[in-house]
């Protein structure tokens, strides 16, 4: 994936996800994705080279470092617990699309129960209301 592709499409990817939310914490140079108030991805520049940080289960983490030249350690991140994305022509939208959906699932995983119900609750309200509006618009 090219530097022009990587940040594009990553916004995409997590936009995709339930219950995502885009915000600035840290300024404008950095994207910050959420769930349920909790950082899952950060999207940024280092030197003019863009890079996603991602949550990442640390076994994952080293196994996907030693096969992608393109991942390492999470910039400015726990090293242990994050990855940084960087451009490369091993970086492909489906691996990008797996390591997106890894870190979604680690942080949703993380919340506290009442905020898990909170945000499954949501999702089988939207999903049905949803399923009506084709049913209605057919």
């Known amino acids: 994936m090219d530097k022009q592709s990587l940040h594009e499409t990553a916004k995409r990817l997590a936009l995709e996800l339930p219950f995502v939310e885009l915000c600035w914490p840290f300024g404008p140079e950095f ?16 030197r003019g080279v863009p ?9 994952k983490s080293l196994l996907n470092q030693q096969i992608y030249p393109s991942i390492k350690p999470g910039y400015h991140m726990n090293k242990k617990h994050w990855i940084s994305v960087y451009p490369g022509e091993e970086i492909s939208e489906a691996l990008l699309r797996d390591l997106i959906n890894d870190s979604w699932n680690l942080v949703v995983d993380g919340l506290a ?8 609750s949501r999702l089988k309200r939207k999903s049905i209301a949803h399923f009506f509006s084709l049913t209605i618009s057919r």
């Open 113 to 120: 129960k009442r905020d898990q119900k909170k945000s499954a």
């Open 51 to 59: 890079f996603i940080n991602l949550k990442s289960d640390p076994q």
């Open 31 to 46: 994207d910050v994705f959420k769930i349920g108030g909790k950082i899952f991805m950060l999207s940024s520049e280092l």
